[in-house]
């Protein structure tokens, strides 16, 4: 038979190094290669409990049909328990559920991009987005990440230059890849900037309540006074990724047209797992079991940056990410982290190369290292592994 797929199936690709991290579920591997919660943590018993209740109380409903936008109370809730906290002050009709921030990835694709279009993004940024644009055929202006987050000089020269972008797409807090956060006298930058150029701004936070430090820096969309800001929360960081609860948080215009987009796709996300959710953020506590993650993830955290620390050659640099799952570590320019992973793995150690989180490519010598779904002691033993072979070629 002969296949004839559309040029947007065309235009999505496997990632070539996905054979390679095919090899990593092998028990004797360390593999920081993956972007998991620890599975450990997930609160199993409660959720059981509530699960279990849900079903046999409001059965009838949990398994039917429920509107697109999402059940009206699990919304309720994200905006007085999720939104109110990071100062984000939305009514019902500024937000709706979707399945996981990934889907809703996906819709701003189809929302905005057309062939050619014009999409400013954050130099490393999160591959899934990437791969979710790409299938609308945007072209990508990378705008480069500094310590302190994206470089707004370099972005303001952009938009003087005439250049007009869709939107920008950023991850601000405990990015990933790089796990750098943008400072706040950026994030008043880049409203600015969105306010004087008619920018339209991709807000994406699945991390930002995964925070190590004691001050969490308030979101863009706080400071938003234009309905500018599309905002992208999620579940599967603070609670579990497998019910796939997210939310996009919007001006009523915008997320109109998001719920439009959604009845095509999915009509709703499922109304058992919306359910779920709601009935377990009204008994229990969310905020006290993200405190916990915070501290597990903080540890593991602190365990890898100080065993690379003692073990890495001093040349080699890497993020002292505040928060979040991930540490990113650069190498010679000349090195070239793919032939490194292809090492590392008979050392029976792994980790994602960077290349593929540059969005035009062209950059090999980082690594994205997580944290967040390993043992402190396999931590150790994994980053010693790694120093093994990235020492050779210093
Ligand atoms: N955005 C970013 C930056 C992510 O890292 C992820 C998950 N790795 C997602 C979106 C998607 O998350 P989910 O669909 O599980 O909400």
Not at 47 to 60: H, P, R, T
Not at 196 to 205: A, Q
Request: with cysteine; aromatic share 10%.
């Amino acid at each position: 038979m002969n296949i004839d797929f559309s040029d947007r199936a065309l235009r999505i690709k496997a990632s070539e190094i996905r054979e390679l991290l095919k090899l990593t579920v092998q028990p004797n591997i360390i593999s920081f290669a993956g972007g998991l919660p620890a599975a450990e943590l997930f609160p199993l018993a409660d959720i059981a409990d509530v699960a279990k209740d849900v079903i046999l109380n409001e059965g009838q409903s949990a398994l039917q049909y429920s509107p697109t936008e999402g059940l009206q109370k699990l919304r309720e809730i994200i905006i007085s328990q999720r939104l109110e906290r990071v100062n984000i002050k939305a009514d019902l009709d500024e937000i709706f559920i979707t399945s996981g921030s990934q889907q809703a990835l996906d819709y701003v694709g189809k929302m905005f991009i057309n062939e050619g279009d014009k999409i400013f993004v954050e130099s490393p940024t999160y591959l899934g987005a990437l791969n979710a644009f790409l299938a609308y055929g945007p072209e990508y202006v990378e705008i480069p990440l500094q310590c302190d987050g994206i470089d707004t000089d370099r972005l303001e020269e952009l938009l003087k230059s005439g250049l007009k972008p869709k939107f920008l797409y950023t991850i601000p807090d405990f990015q990933n890849p790089s796990g750098i956060t943008m400072s706040m006298e950026k994030r008043k930058k880049l409203i600015v900037l969105a306010n004087e150029y008619d920018l339209v701004i991709i807000e994406d936070s699945p991390y930002a309540e995964l925070c190590f430090a004691s001050e969490q820096i308030r979101p863009i969309k706080s400071l938003d006074t234009e309905g500018r800001v599309i905002y992208l929360g999620t579940y599967s960081k603070t609670f579990t990724p497998g019910l796939r609860i997210g939310w996009v948080v919007g001006n009523p215009v915008l997320i109109n047209k998001f719920i439009q987009i959604k009845q095509g796709s999915d009509l709703q996300t499922s109304s058992l797992d919306q359910r779920i959710a709601a009935e377990y953020m009204t008994r229990f506590d969310l905020n006290k079991h993200i405190t916990k993650i915070i501290d597990v993830y903080s540890k593991r955290r602190t365990v890898m940056l100080d065993t690379m620390k003692a073990h890495f050659h001093p040349d080699i640099t890497y993020t002292e990410s505040d928060g979040g799952l991930f540490t990113w570590a650069k190498v010679k320019e000349d090195m070239d982290t793919k032939a490194i992973l292809a090492e590392a793995l008979l050392e029976n150690v792994a980790f994602v190369p960077g290349a593929s989180f540059f969005a035009n490519g062209g950059k090999n010598n980082f690594m994205r290292l997580n944290y967040s779904c390993m043992s402190e002691e396999k931590i150790r033993e994994g980053i010693e592994r790694l120093a093994k072979v990235l020492n050779k070629y210093y």
